[in-house]
Structure formats: structure tokens, C-alpha cells
């Protein structure tokens, strides 16, 4: 777009413009055509006055009000019977008045009794035969009252209706609509409460009933209700709903009754809550008291500080003060207790019950039907906690502790609890296996052991007591028992004692028992059936069993069997009489008496038994040196020996001295001779008188008579055979 400036240099003198310069000058310009876009003026036209007026601000407004108004003014309105007389001041200035007729507005025998002007709050109150008045608040129109055809009062401004008020508004007649003028206008509650309009009369609800469905709210005492409360009342902050709840409130204060017949008897009882049918029915006195279910606390007139939620709850309570049951039916026939506390369904339910007076206090019970029985004598006291479902309480009870649990009522004298205890008494005792998870590590602080006597009863001992008595983990090392080791003594079984280790791992059991009679030493598996034991008695001796093998050491003697049937056994037995010998047993298809597998014949004493092998060894030879086992005359021993040979010297001589070294005593000889060469085999020591073998300490001589120049070298063999002493 081209400047003013730029426009004027097409059009100097002398210049002859084309026709683009011409349309830059014609484009620069509005046609009278065209119309002018708003944001293209110099003007702010958020600043404009729309016509409905939606954009003026509230200051604005007023400023052009206070500038096309005329201001008129309302002074004192006069009533002569009937008749109103507003005095105002004209839109000229002059004085006037209007005379408005109400006594077309009477109905129901109401009428109009007095009518007062407020100046400072510029309202018109009229107040009618009945005492209720009505209000017009003026404060914001200037007021020409005129009186309609339908027999209503407008208050108008410059022709346009303002306020319009009603026959039933000035009479006061809410209930009666069938004297009430139609209405043309779209009037609702909404609209009626938008106009700032309230109620001073209760809303009732089927008059036919009376007061039993009223709505409302006492400005005195502050007190909201629905339902026949007691209008009379002058106790504040009360609030009843409900048919015939607080329907005999005096001067009781801060009292909530929430369902039909709730807290209906109070008068003068404050601070006290009841919810549900009846609850606190007969409540008179009573402070501080929440009731809440059907019933709940029903028959308590002057008690204090009860707190009964669940339905029927505290039911029977009279004057008792203080107590607490949460859930149906808790502490039901409780008539007069104190301090008591009741939680679960049914929990205390029939507590004094049985008693005329009920007055039984400071009591916990904790679970459903928790302190009942099934027996008849029922169950009162004080001063009892009872912990768990059906947890059994009975009789005249009192500082009792009871935790336990069943899924049915029980008959508290045929339970033994699971915790019981006393108060007075200050005992706890346990029906149940104790343990302890968790345990501090004790250190030199800890002086008390823990003991329990006959009764299972536990106390305590100094720990200096146990100081020189076995512990339970042994003794530690290098501190072994130096005493004797002592178990009560006595003649029942309560005196038996057993000492004994289970191995699971390996399956084996071993036990020391101590008895009356004896001791006994066992060792088995789990089942015991396979077992090994020995049984020491003072009257029946020692017996010994395992595997079948039994020994027995007892007044008719001793023996030592083994068993592998009922019929075949071996065994020795020794009696106790002196002439009877020892006997030995063994009963088998092919009994052999004793026997070894180790041979000791070379060592056999005296008085020794001999093994067959040594009996079979005397009559055997050998070429080796051995004792025999005997002795000779000079008590040394006789040794035997064996010489073979099968080559002989010539000359007949056998050197001796090798064989037998240190030979002293030749006590007897065996010989035998092979001589083939004379077709013979002979044993002893001459042949046929014609040949003689001589034996002597360091030779023997084989000499055959009448051949003295003889070859003894053909001689087969020779065995000699000695048994000798030596030196």
C-alpha cells in the first residue's frame, strides 16, 4: 500500500500517471460502497453499552439508574383495621399516600392486627391475630402498592411488578389451599427462595396425623426435628427424626434422636445419642449416653456414659453407668452394672441374668457369646476377662481371666480353658503345650531358674541352687561329675526315671531307666523290634538279651545261651550248688559241645581242657622240636621230635647232636626201618635178633650182627622218633 506522499509524486505537473499508479491511488481510498471493518476505526468499542445491557458492570449500572430513575421515598405506613396507608413521596416532589384494603386477604379467621414500618431496614412488618407475622422488604423499589382482582397486593415500580404478595402469605394459612388464589405465574420453591423468602412455621406432612409428620426448626433452642417433638422444649442444639422422638424434651440439651420412638421419654437428660427404632426409649435423666441399633439400651432411664451399638444392645440396662457393648444382643440382661465392656454379638448376653439385683460391674468380654454356659445356674460376678468365641464363664464368677475359643456354648464346669486365671489370687495357669519362640540370651543379671512342682505349678529357684547339679547339656570339658549322681527313691511308678536319646537319623533309641526294682539298658529301633537290653535287679539278678543270645546272673547261678529257635540252643549254665557240675548246652541236629577256632594246646596248663587238635597233635609227628605239654619226674618239660632219613651213613652211625641239640634226658623212642635190601620194613630197635639199633645221646648205631664190614648205606630209610628233656 502506498503512502499519502508516495500517491502525490503520480500526480505532480507535467506527469502523465499510467494505470497502475491509478488503481494505487483509487485502492487507497473506501468507496462509499464498501463498509468500514470496526477494527480498522480508532475507536474501543468494549467501551459501548450493549442494548440488553449484558456488558455493564454493576457501577455502571447503578450510574445510569441514579440517572433515569425518579427517587421516591417510603415514610411511616399507618394500618386502621383493615386498611394500610403507605405515605411516600411522589416522582414530583408532593407528598402522597395509598390506601391499600386487606381485608380481603382474612382467611381461616386470621386477620390482620398490627402493621410497623422499620426506616433504618425499610421493611413493612405485619403481624396477624395469630401472632406470626410477614416481612416486605422495600429497601431496593420504589413502592406503588396496588391491589389486584384476585385479591393480592403488588408493590410496583414505573409499571412493572416487583412484588407480588399472596393471601396466603399475608394470613399465615399454609395448610389450607383451597381458599388460595390461582396463580397464573411460573412460581416455584426455587423461585420463592431466590426472593430471599423463608418459613417461620413448621411443615407438616398429613395433618391428618397430626404433628406426626412435621418439618422444622425451633429458633429458640436451635433444635431441628421431624416428627412430634416436644415444641415446649427449652433444652437447645436438640435434633429429632423420627415418630414421637424428644416428644417429652424439657430442658435437656445436645440430644440426637434418630429413628421412631427414639430417646422419647427424655426430659431433662443431655448429651445423649440414640439411633435406631426405640433406641433409649425410656430414657428420662440419663446424660452422655450413645445408643445406636433397634432397642438398643430400650429400658436404661437414668444411666450415665453407656455406649450400646448393635441391636438390642444393653437392652435390659436401667441405672447402669459407664458400660460398653458393641454388637447384637452384648450385654442384653445386664439390669444395673457399671464399668463393663462388652464386644462381639451376643458377648455378655446373659450376664446377671439370673440375679435380681444385676448389679455387676467391671467386667471385659471380647468374642461372640463370649462368658456364657449351658448350664441353668447361669453366670454373674465381677471383675471377669473373657477372651474368645463361646468362651465359657458360669456360676458367681468374679476376678477370673478365661481364653478360650469353641464353635459352640459350652458348659463352663466341664472345660478345663486354655488360659485361666485369678486376680485376687494373682495365678495363671495353662491348659497347653508352652513354648517360648523367643528368648533373650541370658547374661549375669539372670539369677532365678524357672521350676514347676507336682501341680505344674511354676516358680522359681536361685540359680545359685542349681550350681552343683548336672545341666541338661552336660558337663563341659575337663569338668567331669566328681559326686554321685541321686534319683528320688520311692515305690510307685511315679518314681521310674528314664534317661534316654533318640537318633531319627539313624532310627535308634537308647534309654537308661531307673525303677523301683532295677535298672534297665536299652537300646532299639523305633518300633522296638529289634531290641538289645540288660536288666540289673537287686531281687532278680542281671539279664542280658540281644539277637537271640540271653545271659543270666541270678541266686540259682549263671548262664549264657543263645537262642535261634524255640527248640535248638547252646549255651553253659553254671549252678550255685557246689557238687552240680557246669553244664553245657547245644541242642542242634549235630551237637558238638566246645570248641575254638584259635588252637592253645602249646600253651595248656595243668588243669586245661584240651582242644581235639591238641589230643589229635600227641598222636601226630612232626620233624620240628615241640613241646609235648608234659613234665618230666624233674619237672621240666618233655619235648618230642621226628628224624627221617633216607640216606644212611655206611657205617650205621647217625650223628644225633644237630637234630637234637642240648639233649639230657632220652625218655622214650619210636623207630621205624626200611630195608629192602633184606626184604623188610621193620619198627622197634632189633629185627630177628640179628639186628640192633642203639640209641644214645649224640648217636644211634644200626649194627647187623656177623657182618661187620656191612654197607648200612642200602637201608631205605630210617624214622626215629624221641621225647626228651633238655638241659
Not at 507535467?14 to 477494527?39: A, L, R, V
Not at 450493549?50 to 450510574?63: H, K, V, W, Y
Not at 396463580?183 to 397430626?210: E, M, W, Y
Request: glycine share 10%; aromatic share 10%.
Amino acid at each position: 500500500m502506498k503512502t499519502k506522499q508516495e500517491l502525490k509524486q503520480f500526480f505532480e505537473n507535467g506527469d502523465i500517471p499510467n494505470q497502475e499508479q491509478f488503481w494505487e491511488w483509487q485502492d487507497s481510498y473506501w468507496h462509499k460502497d464498501e463498509k468500514i471493518p470496526s477494527e480498522k476505526l480508532n475507536y474501543d468499542f468494549s467501551q459501548k453499552a450493549d442494548a440488553n445491557a449484558s456488558n455493564i458492570s454493576p457501577q455502571n449500572a447503578q450510574l445510569w439508574k441514579d440517572k433515569i430513575e425518579t427517587q421516591t421515598s417510603i415514610q411511616n405506613p399507618q394500618l386502621n383495621g383493615n386498611i394500610l396507608t403507605i405515605f411516600y413521596t411522589g416522582e414530583n416532589g408532593v407528598q402522597q399516600s395509598k390506601n391499600v384494603d386487606l381485608s380481603g386477604l382474612v382467611t381461616n379467621d386470621i386477620s390482620i392486627r398490627d402493621a410497623v414500618y422499620d426506616a433504618s431496614q425499610n421493611i413493612i412488618t405485619i403481624t396477624q391475630s395469630d401472632g406470626s407475622s410477614f416481612a416486605i422488604n422495600l429497601s431496593e423499589f420504589s413502592i406503588i402498592p396496588t391491589t389486584n382482582v384476585d385479591g393480592s397486593v403488588s408493590l410496583v415500580q414505573e409499571g412493572v411488578e416487583k412484588v407480588k404478595i399472596h393471601k396466603v402469605g399475608i394470613s399465615g394459612s399454609y395448610n389450607d389451599l383451597s381458599d388460595k388464589p390461582v396463580f397464573a405465574g411460573n412460581d416455584t420453591l426455587q423461585s420463592v427462595i431466590d426472593r430471599d423468602n423463608s418459613s417461620t412455621k413448621p411443615i407438616v406432612f398429613n395433618i391428618d396425623q397430626g404433628r406426626a409428620g412435621e418439618l422444622g426448626f425451633n429458633k429458640n433452642t436451635y433444635s431441628h426435628y421431624w416428627g412430634n417433638i416436644n415444641t415446649a422444649h427449652t433444652g437447645v442444639y436438640g435434633l429429632g427424626i423420627g415418630y414421637n422422638t424428644l416428644s417429652k424434651l424439657t430442658t435437656g440439651s445436645n440430644n440426637v434422636a434418630l429413628g421412631s420412638y427414639a430417646l422419647t421419654e427424655v426430659t431433662t437428660g443431655r448429651w445423649n445419642t440414640a439411633t435406631g427404632i426405640s433406641s433409649g426409649a425410656k430414657l428420662t435423666t440419663g446424660n452422655f449416653n450413645a445408643f445406636y441399633g433397634t432397642q438398643a439400651g430400650i429400658e436404661t432411664t437414668t444411666g450415665t456414659g453407656n455406649t450400646y451399638i448393635g441391636d438390642e444392645a444393653g437392652n435390659k440396662n436401667v441405672t447402669g453407668t459407664n458400660n460398653t457393648a458393641l454388637g447384637i444382643g452384648a450385654a442384653y440382661a445386664l439390669t444395673n452394672g457399671t464399668q463393663n465392656t462388652f464386644i462381639g454379638a451376643f458377648s455378655g448376653t446373659n450376664h446377671g441374668k439370673v440375679t435380681g439385683s444385676g448389679a455387676w460391674g467391671y467386667n471385659t468380654f471380647i468374642g461372640y457369646n463370649a462368658a456364657s454356659t449351658t448350664h441353668a445356674m447361669g453366670v454373674w460376678g465381677d471383675n471377669n476377662v473373657v477372651i474368645g468365641c463361646n468362651a465359657p464363664l458360669g456360676g458367681s464368677t468374679s476376678n477370673k481371666l478365661v481364653i478360650d475359643s469353641y464353635t459352640t456354648p459350652q458348659r463352663h464346669d466341664f472345660i478345663t480353658p486354655f488360659i485361666h486365671g485369678d486376680f485376687a489370687a494373682r495365678t495363671l495357669s495353662f491348659d497347653a503345650v508352652v513354648t517360648a519362640r523367643r528368648t533373650p540370651l541370658a547374661d549375669n543379671t539372670y539369677s532365678r531358674v524357672a521350676v514347676m512342682n507336682s501341680n505344674n505349678t511354676i516358680g522359681y529357684k536361685n540359680l545359685s541352687d542349681f550350681q552343683n547339679y548336672l545341666p541338661i547339656s552336660g558337663t563341659e570339658i575337663n569338668k567331669p561329675v566328681s559326686g554321685h549322681i541321686q534319683f528320688e527313691s520311692g515305690d510307685g511308678p511315679e518314681y521310674e526315671t528314664l534317661l534316654y536319646k533318640t537318633n531319627a537319623i539313624d532310627e535308634v533309641q537308647n534309654q537308661v531307666g531307673f525303677f523301683p526294682n532295677g535298672v534297665v539298658i536299652t537300646s532299639s529301633d523305633l518300633n522296638y523290634a529289634q531290641t538289645s537290653k540288660i536288666d540289673v535287679s537287686k531281687k532278680d539278678g542281671v539279664l542280658a538279651e540281644a539277637f537271640g543270645a540271653r545271659m543270666t546272673l541270678n541266686d540259682s547261678g549263671a548262664s549264657l545261651r543263645y537262642y535261634s529257635s524255640s527248640s535248638q540252643a547252646k549255651g553253659i549254665i553254671v549252678s550255685n550248688l557246689d557238687d552240680e557240675p557246669v553244664l553245657v548246652e547245644h541242642q542242634a541236629a549235630n551237637p558238638r559241645g566246645l570248641s575254638s577256632n584259635t588252637y592253645f594246646g602249646n600253651n595248656a596248663q595243668k588243669n586245661d581242657y584240651i582242644q581235639k587238635q591238641y589230643a589229635d597233635k600227641q598222636h601226630s609227628y612232626t620233624r620240628d622240636e615241640e613241646l609235648t605239654g608234659g613234665t618230666w619226674i624233674n619237672g621240666k618239660p618233655v619235648y618230642k621230635k621226628t628224624l627221617y632219613l633216607d640216606q644212611i651213613p655206611r657205617t650205621g652211625e647217625i650223628d644225633l647232636r644237630s637234630e637234637f641239640p642240648g639233649l639230657e634226658t632220652i625218655i622214650s623212642n619210636e623207630m621205624f626201618t626200611e630195608w629192602y635190601a633184606l626184604d623188610t620194613a621193620f619198627a622197634g630197635n632189633q629185627w630177628r635178633s640179628k639186628i640192633y639199633i642203639t640209641v644214645e645221646r649224640d648217636k644211634a648205631t644200626i649194627e647187623f650182627l656177623d657182618q661187620p664190614d656191612y654197607d648200612y648205606s642200602v637201608i631205605n630209610s630210617f624214622t626215629l622218633t624221641l621225647e626228651y628233656t633238655k638241659k
